[in-house]
């Protein structure tokens, strides 16, 4: 092959899309998106209660966790995306950003522009949101953001069972404070699912000068004296002029480096991979969130399980086109909250979300006459893990060890937020809502107990992160400015970058890291457009 572009933008995803996006508005700019998966033609993609099918494999690689040491040798599932649009097509649309204290431990870390007064024009110019404009929200971006539109009654006493326990309620999670409980905003314009594919993408793919290929795998990076040049396809080499951007994801970035011969050289070489760039720190740092659940059954027909039944389900698709409202307007988990396992935290260390059902997501229980699911997630883990290469064959699965609980005190939070969910559960503002709870259970009891029912159960909350982290450090992956240390022309931009995970969902984080990263390449290159 001989064609070439300026920038080759591998992965199509939350990051992917953006980047391609916002480097197209210049029309010198010859850019191509390479996206492993397919098209998002399937209608569970845009619809928001399709989320519930997504963790079940729909858009998925099927990938899974090595055993976990610290969980009795687990293996968890770890859904991770593969379709345009990423994990922004098939993820539960919630729109959080983490706390303000996150950026600023990333400046402070070495990541100079990157405190939160620094990153904030940005999630404000990616928002058009539908109910706030102010210091905090912007309107008129391309990514929509909504509130809810079909919360239910259990929601409104979940929040007054928060009160009871001295939890306030919060009408924006991710304004001037991010403690307290309520209802997430959402990756949603006129009730359904704003992926950065839809968003951003979709409009972008109308000029001449971006070419968006699906079902494009990447072998392999091409490195020619130091220099990023281009990316090898199983049907030849497409060449790079001004840089090869990777936006691959907290999995699938490292993968591709170690893949290309850039990474830890010694795991390298004893995988026959010829050794381009000896870069211990790409596929180190793994960072994931561990989620943990209480499920009630309920007293009656209080959540959206009975729709999973044949009958009920065409009802509710029918209310939906009818009246933008019902089951299949919700991603289930649209209320939630951050709160404190540890009182002395310099802000919230816990994430609760509400599943309105129960046996919402892969391998979670169903109750026979419908429940209510709370999961509770520690926000800041001290565990490190890795991505690691299977074998040099780039059809293999990686090697993912997020390495959950390997310190101690992450074990301790998880518990201690899912004792919190419990209490939550058992208010009496949840009486008339709740029979009984099921999981744990009241058998659970013993610190033994719970650790067996916590290994038993817990999931990943789907925000790995750090992989390829950027600092001013000798060990960093990137620069701050995300370019990569040890070879030109190469930078990466999604969530592998963040020094720390941020105490939130990931997936608005990511796009804000793309927005940057698409302005900190225009500036470099003195496109038109830049910042």
Known sequence: MTEGYDFIIVGGGSAGAVLAARLSEDPDAKVLLLEAGGRDRHPFYHLPAGFAKMTKGIGSWGWETVPQRHMGNRVLRYTQARVIGGGSSINAQIYTRGNALDYDEWR?????GWSYEDVLPYFRKAEDNDTFDNRWHGKGGPLGVSQPSAPLPICEAWFRAGAQMGIPRNMDMTGEVQDGVGYYQLTQKHVRRSSTAVAYLRPAEKRANLTVRTGAQVLRIVVEKGRAVGVQLPEGVIRASREVVLASGAIGSPRLLQLSGIG????????????????????????????????????????????AKPLWSAVAGLQYLLTRKGPVASSLFETGGFWYADPAARSPDIQFHLGLGSGIEAGVDAMPNGGVTLNSAYLRPRSRGTVRLASADPKAAPLIDPNYWEDPYDREMSIRGLKLAQEMMAQEALKPFVLAER???????????????????????????GTCRMGSDPEAVLDPQLRFNGIEGLRVADASVMPTLVSSNTNAPTIMIAEKAADLIKAAHAMKGAA
Do not use: S
């Not at 402070?108 to 100079?112: D, T």
């Not at 720190?281 to 659940?293: E, I, P, R, T």
């Open 108 to 112: 402070q870390m070495g990541c100079p």
């Open 264 to 307: 830890p050289a010694d795991h390298l070489r004893g995988l026959g991979i010829p050794v381009v760039c000896d870069q211990p720190g790409v596929g180190a740092n793994l960072q994931d969130h561990v989620d943990l659940f209480v499920i009630a059954e309920c007293t009656g027909p209080h959540t959206y399980d009975r729709y």
């Open 439 to 465: 999981l744990p259970g009241p058998k659970v009891r013993t610190d033994q107990e719970y650790f067996d029912y916590a290994v038993r159960t817990a999931k990943t909350d789907h925000h790995p992160a």
